[in-house]
T-cell receptor, first 112, second 114 residues
Framework: KQEVTQIPAALSVPEGENLVLNCSFTDSAIYNLQWFRQDPGKGLTSLLLIQSSQREQTSGRLNASLDKSSGRSTLYIAASQPGDSATYLC???????????FGQGTRLTINP | SAVISQKPSRDICQRGTSLTIQCQVDSQVTMMFWYRQQPGQSLTLIATANQGSEATYESGFVIDKFPISRPNLTFSTLTVSNMSPEDSSIYLCSTGWGVDQPQHFGDGTRLSIL
């Protein structure tokens, strides 16, 4: 059974810092991995999707990497801003399945 | 990306009643997914809804408690039946256009049971 873990559970940093969020998964037979952002009381916004054959994906100040063999992904946020404050979730899609398995999320606070 | 609309956005319900949540997608999709997010928790898949067939439920979720309809390729409903305070959660609808495409979510329905 696929299990997804995100560390840390919460992170607070001053504005302008670069930061890394971590995601690990137990079964390396994944199809892809997706990072989401969730604002309080809201749904999920898709940030980046990395296919199993890819090593990284970039969108603006966000860079996600994937090391499938070790069961790890990181989300790098450059030059953080207060508007980046949210909960960040990673989810994996296991091969042969349509559904996503989610981690518990990292609650990020960027302090002005 | 898809526009996924959910109604209602929130509701407060009495114990023992039922509520139906609607999910509308702005284009045709094969699969629609219903997730639950309990307070302070991550998302758990309730069921997968394909048009023209019975929904497939995950372990721990049953059709009597969470009946799902999928009348066409752009719409689905999830009913939370005989509600108890333990059903207080955010319920989210999701879909995508293939396993190699991002999955997108609606804004969710925040449900509180008194």
């Amino acid at each position: 059974k696929q299990e997804v873990t995100q560390i840390p559970a919460a992170l607070s940093v001053p504005e302008g810092e670069n930061l890394v969020l971590n995601c690990s998964f137990t079964d390396s037979a994944i199809y892809n991995l997706q990072w989401f952002r969730q604002d309080p009381g809201k749904g999920l916004t898709s940030l980046l999707l990395i296919q199993s054959s890819q090593r990284e994906q970039t969108s603006g100040r966000l860079n996600a990497s994937l090391d499938k063999s070790s069961g790890r992904s990181t989300l790098y946020i450059a030059a953080s801003q207060p508007g980046d404050s949210a909960t960040y979730l990673c989810a994996v899609r296991t091969q042969g399945a349509q559904k996503l398995v989610f981690g518990q999320g990292t609650r990020l606070t960027i302090n002005p | 990306s898809a526009v996924i609309s959910q109604k209602p956005s929130r509701d407060i319900c009495q114990r023992g009643t039922s509520l139906t949540i609607q999910c509308q997608v702005d284009s045709q999709v094969t699969m629609m997914f219903w997730y639950r997010q309990q307070p302070g928790q991550s998302l758990t898949l309730i069921a997968t809804a394909n048009q023209g067939s019975e929904a497939t439920y995950e372990s721990g979720f049953v059709i009597d408690k969470f009946p799902i309809s999928r009348p066409n390729l752009t719409f689905s409903t999830l009913t939370v039946s005989n509600m108890s305070p333990e059903d207080s959660s955010i319920y989210l609808c999701s879909t995508g256009w293939g396993v190699d495409q991002p999955q997108h979510f609606g804004d969710g329905t925040r449900l509180s049971i008194l």
